[in-house]
């Protein structure tokens, strides 16, 4: 069994990280686990790369990225889970179900908002992506 654990650094993404570790205990043996943190593209404009590099882009992404997965990634290794980590550029939800896929996840995980400013809805814009498009079970944590 392999389970995607979805990051965003946000407090529901922890929650849903301390679930996910709750949830291993219902398990004879241990589901790998692939933490996922995505982040979407830097918009292109003309003469950006006048000014900035596709190095610098890149570092922001594993800045970023590393930022958003240091919290989740702590509980899991304060846990002793074992994880494998990736950091994905793409639309939020289409690339964590794309990862899903590719991955063969048997289970995807994570919180019911991330750091949007859709938070005030009953689920983030993300979400409801991946619970359209998933074709695995979601697990939402609150």
């Known amino acids: ?13 922890l ?7 709750d ?15 995505v982040h979407l593209p830097v918009p292109h404009v003309g003469g950006m ?13 594993a800045d970023e990225s590393a930022a958003n997965l ?3 990634v702590a509980l899991l290794d304060a846990a002793e889970v074992r994880h494998t980590v990736r950091s994905l ?7 964590i179900v794309k990862e899903a896929r590719n991955a063969h996840c048997d289970l995807i ?11 005030a809805l009953v689920f983030g814009s993300v979400t409801s992506e991946v619970l359209r498009s998933s074709p695995v079970p979601v697990v939402l944590v609150r």
């Open 1 to 13: 069994m392999k389970f995607l654990l979805a990051v965003d650094g946000s407090e529901p993404s």
């Open 70 to 72: 240091a919290q989740a």
């Open 89 to 95: 550029v793409g639309p939020l939800g289409e690339t």
């Open 109 to 119: 995980v994570m919180g019911t908002h991330g750091r949007s400013a859709a938070s």
């Open 23 to 37: 949830m291993l205990g219902w398990y004879k043996e241990l589901p790998e686990i692939e933490v996922v943190n």
């Open 49 to 61: 790369h006048t000014v900035i590099s596709d190095k610098d882009i890149d570092r922001y992404y």
């Open 15 to 21: 929650r849903a990280t301390r679930k996910l570790i």
